[in-house]
């Protein structure tokens, strides 16, 4: 029962499987970089626009009593 045990190859998920996971990672944390930019860029135009709206309001006060 001595005989050699099967050997499995690993060049296969080297050269093809590896390469194609890490491109999937790269590019999963790229579309979340994108989502999130753009998250933060709708979220700082609402934000200012309110700054805004409160900076006319303080302006139009001011003047008002004067």
């Keep these: 029962m001595g005989g050699n045990p099967i050997q499995f190859d690993y060049t296969l998920i080297l050269t093809i499987m590896l390469p194609v996971i ?13 989502v999130s930019a753009i998250k933060f860029f709708k979220h700082k135009a609402t934000s ?6 409160k900076l006319n309001e303080l302006i139009r006060l001011q003047t008002q009593d004067k």
Excluded at 22 to 33: A, K, R
Excluded at 48 to 53: G, H, K, N, S, V
């Design 22 to 34: 890490i491109s999937l990672i790269f590019f999963s944390f790229f579309v979340y970089l994108m």
């Design 48 to 53: 200012d626009q309110m700054l805004l709206q």
